[in-house]
Nanobody, 125 residues
């Protein structure tokens, strides 16, 4: 079992920045992927970014956030971060951290094994 706890959400003006954190605890795995997803009101949960535990942290981003968001990890702290810059009102959503116990990068929410409770991000115009 893996527990994930997100933090760092809040209210920010368009053009501003936020950094989300996801602290993982529990069972350890050698190869895994940690991802960020988001869900806006009335919309399906969508992929934002992911980072692997191998190859020095391979990353993958949704086109909508590429160049604005950066995912990173601190292995010593078992924490993954999502630095969000140049935020737009359409980035408003609940952001979820997810853990996948496989050695493949995936953008589909259904294949992730564990989820955090979510942290809300609101970007005002």
């Amino acid at each position: 079992q893996v527990q994930l706890v997100e933090s760092g959400g809040g209210l920010v003006q368009a053009g501003g920045s936020l950094r989300l954190s996801c602290a993982a605890s529990g069972r350890t795995f050698s190869y895994y992927v940690m991802g960020w997803f988001r869900q806006a009101p009335g919309k399906e949960r969508e992929f934002v970014a992911a980072i692997s535990s191998w190859s020095r942290g391979t990353t993958y981003y949704a086109d909508s956030v590429k160049g604005r968001f950066t995912i990173s990890r601190d292995n010593a702290k078992n924490t993954v971060y999502l630095q969000m810059n140049s935020l737009k009102p359409e980035d408003t959503a609940v952001y979820y951290c997810a853990f996948r116990n496989r050695q493949t990068m995936e953008t589909t929410a259904g294949v992730y094994d564990y989820w955090g409770q979510g942290t809300r991000v609101t970007v005002s115009a």
